[in-house]
């Protein structure tokens, strides 16, 4: 039986274009379907509104691009075009490298790279991302146009001698279509994970030439899940330098932040397994947390929301005697916890550098999924002994009287040393 309105339209399309290009917009055709409503928070909407303040840095940005348009190419060095705004000069320097972004993705103001056309043409596949209806991005002229208008870019890229094109995804409809037109110029594309994969699946993070991973653990889940060892690279993460080898976490009940699982979901990852989710389960499990703690004598908790959820509607729902919501930037919210009790998320890591007990809170059900619909990967599914992991309230409750801890090398088993030497290889 077909369930997924978007597979069947790439699967029973006239011709391979619309077929391609319906792949490349899915997500952006996902968001009509799953991506509407007051739960989730207003920065991920797909009609999203720019600031004041953000349209004249975007104008800014476009006038830097336009005004370097013609500079030399700077035969010492190789150029690569980047998303990645933590890739900066410096980084590269080593590697004999210029990073330069894209007029649709700038960052900064220096090294940004397009012209007046590029510029137009980004501002019409916005507004088409963001106004146009549903049908509209099935409309086979509209195909032919971003075929022929791919031309201009391997022109401009090949002429400029970019070597590389980085992401930070390979999911939204600009990286397809950029590692598309590297393909063809033959230079390689390579995406940097930027968290830490909550799903493993060919459908993912597999469509450029190369992906960028933290450690040999992940890099090691994501064989399991099929991928070929060359793609796999481990880099590391330079935004966690210096980690101590061993620390002594703190683990008490006097100021908890709870991280309730994340229960939306605006596009879907996968072609052969949708997700259905239940909105509520966010509110769900943080009274079962509420239910927990107060056994133990707690009378209030801090907890914080996914980015991506509207935190005034998941507020609503709460008992806001028992349960504050937390605002502060996340190395602050985490510094000041005595414990931290949450689902699948990068804040694991994040709470052992800051010297935090993370407790996983992830009930689920006997085939590994949990409340929000998703089969749990490692740590997080109880197969990683270092990690303290509840499937249940009684389970919580237990480890939370025992003051079990998780055991802070995890750390050092999931980010490596950052070492961007690995792209010598890669990059020629």
Not at 104 to 127: A, T
Not at 163 to 176: G, P, V, W
Not at 238 to 256: A, C, F, G, M, V
Request: charged share 30%; with cysteine.
């Amino acid at each position: 039986m077909d369930k997924y309105l978007i597979k069947y339209l790439r699967d029973n399309s006239e011709d391979e274009l619309s077929s391609k290009y319906i792949d490349f917009f899915k997500i952006e055709l996902d968001w009509h379907i799953y991506n509407n409503e007051r739960h989730i928070a207003e920065r991920y909407h797909r009609e999203k509104k720019s600031s004041f303040k953000e349209e004249v840095i975007k104008t800014l940005q476009y006038c830097y691009a336009i005004a370097g348009f013609s500079d030399k190419i700077k035969s010492d060095k190789s150029n690569v075009l980047s998303t990645l705004p933590f890739l900066d000069q410096l980084t590269l320097q080593d590697l004999n490298l210029i990073s330069y972004s894209p007029v649709w993705h700038p960052i900064g103001k220096k090294n940004i790279f397009g012209d007046l056309q590029s510029i137009k043409w980004h501002k019409k596949i916005q507004k088409i991302i963001q106004k146009e209806d549903f049908y509209s991005f099935l409309n086979k002229n509209l195909h032919f146009e971003l075929e022929e208008f791919q031309n201009h870019f391997f022109k401009q890229y090949k002429e400029k001698d970019f070597r590389a094109l980085l992401l930070h995804t390979d999911q939204n409809f600009y990286s397809k279509y950029f590692i598309d037109i590297f393909k063809k110029l033959e230079k390689p594309s390579i995406v940097f994970s930027h968290g830490l994969p909550a799903i493993y699946s060919k459908d993912i993070d597999n469509r450029s030439d190369f992906l960028m991973v933290w450690s040999d653990k992940i890099k090691e889940n994501y064989l399991k899940a099929g991928f070929d060892s060359e793609k796999i690279k481990v880099v590391g993460n330079p935004h966690y330098k210096k980690n101590q080898k061993n620390k002594e976490l703190r683990s008490d009940l006097s100021d908890i932040l709870v991280v309730p699982v994340s229960s939306i979901l605006w596009h879907q990852h996968e072609y052969d397994s949708t997700v259905l989710v239940d909105k509520s389960m966010v509110v769900l499990y943080l009274y079962k947390v509420q239910k927990v703690l107060e056994k133990l004598g707690v009378k209030q908790a801090r907890y914080r929301t996914h980015p991506s959820i509207n935190k005034e509607w998941v507020h609503a729902f709460l008992d806001q005697n028992f349960y504050i919501m937390d605002n502060q930037e996340l190395a602050k919210s985490i510094n000041r916890s005595s414990l931290v009790i949450g689902a699948t998320s990068t804040v694991l890591l994040e709470s052992l550098i800051y010297g935090v007990n993370y407790i996983v809170f992830e009930p689920k059900d006997s085939e590994n999924v949990n409340m929000a619909g998703f089969k749990l990967v490692p740590p997080f599914d109880g197969s990683d002994e270092k990690v303290i992991t509840a499937k249940d309230e009684n389970e919580l409750e237990n480890m939370l009287r025992n003051n079990n801890k998780t055991d802070y090398s995890l750390l050092k088993d999931y980010i490596q040393d950052f070492d961007i030497s690995v792209m010598k290889e890669l990059i020629k």
